[in-house]
């Protein structure tokens, strides 16, 4: 068994690879492009945690660990066009730098690359892991479709937000542990509990993540920070500061949204100031510690040895601590 | 065995339910928009005439035939983005209704659907089921790729564009049959040449293309007439034409493509003019007659009984008779 930073390096190791044929370079060296750039590789490790709880490593969890890691770098790409974000880890996003039209081709080739890799596997489960992916995929589209109306519309509750972030991040990550559940041959019952874990960890990974996007250490965090306050992202924080903000607070962050004309750093200034006052950063820290622990239980009621579940507490325990 | 209009008549009946979920209509809206546009569905009946030459119709080819037609369809509304094209099927595109951000969601999702028809299929040939089609998508997004390449550089051989127009268009009719010989059982040899003649007739089909979307009848056609002359498309007809034409008229084609305040009508006009004195009209005819022979010269070795291929030949037909 392995714990959780040697898979990420084994992963990582396995993954540096071109995915991509050489030929009609203009197509897939954006899509290998996106690769390189990193990232924590959270989800196909996870692929490969959630199989080692189980049973041995079994071969064709890196295939479909490899899968996961080009699905969500397709979903990347598409989300940064949709977003017009400039920036994915520090660098370049794959349309600012080839263009809208050949990111959004290169998204497509990586989606379908992804199943080229899940075509590799056994024939005993494919079809359970087909199924499974796709569901997961077309979740993780319908989670993305809600987070642009949600864009449209004045008041989003608490629950809707935790709705949407539950399908386009939350299930990914919960649907790679219950695929390496199910290549490690695990029952219906333990498969849930870990899908479970993985999906209150997901939500906790947002409220960090949107935490980071108005608090993070610009240095380390790699995307802009402020991005989502200038998109009018209704985060974990506007929703709950839109909840608990004085009449006055409430005008003044409706005013700085429907501001077109104002400069960027002094909208980020003005609401991270009102975030502040109305204790949100403190709010957020709690709410995540609290998907932490439903997380955690469902861990607890996975019926496998305690010593397997190593790796996955190792997980989040990165996840609650990690600034980028 | 059924005939063309048949087997279109069946396909058409079978594919005209809602394939997406009822909730999140923001996302399943716009991609069951598309399909209620109607459209030739020539590609999967290409399945079930792929399936039949060889066999009694196998359940899994209707299966098949639909997740090729959402690939299709997928293919569609992302190139319609790229494209920036108004009109698909003389309706508004999916982006031009609902917004590029969810047209590109729907696509995606799209594309997911398509694979959970081609998971519905027996486990015998599910994996080259999958993998013929992972190559296929692949090549239409290089072909894609290359046409948006080929509208960057002055000058594109013909041989370039009937390998850019062969991924583009013409893998997918070849691969259709070939999915549904497949699924008839047919040996290597026979899914070769069906997969030729597939190929050679949707050279064909393209030539008609570009024929009609200079030449059509905008009343027939559906899309936007002279529609690849504003956007300074490299067609069969503009490649032929800067091959043919007088050292004035390639000047004159030139400075058309290069004016971006010229009338749209008036370039059209200009343009057409310098096709039909070259006579672009008639060579693009004779073209589409040559691959046409290629195409049936295929279907004459493939080692089946003649009177099975009587569906392939009247789809052969129909291609080259049709206005829009």
Redesign the interface.
Known sequence: MYTFIELSKIFEQKFGVRHFPV??P??YDPAQYILQLGGKRIRPVCVLMGNELFDEMNPDAYEVATAIELFHNFSLI?DD??DKAPLRRGMETVHTKYGE??A??A???M???S??YL?KIK?DY??KI??VF?ET??AV??G???D??FEKITSVSLDQYVNMITLKTSVLLAASLQLGAILGGAGQGNQQHLYEFGKNLGIAFQVQDDFLDAFGDPDKFGKQVGGDIIANKKTFLMIHAMEVASVQQKIELANLMQNSTIDPAEKINKVLTIFKDCKVDEWALELKEKYVQIALQHLDDTAVLLNRKKPLMELAEYLIQRES
């Open positions: 030929h009609t203009t197509l598409h066009i949709m039209s050949t959004l081709l998204g497509d080739v989606l379908v690359q199943y080229e075509n024939r494919s079809q087909m199924q796709n995929a077309k589209c319908e993305q479709q809600l642009m109306d």
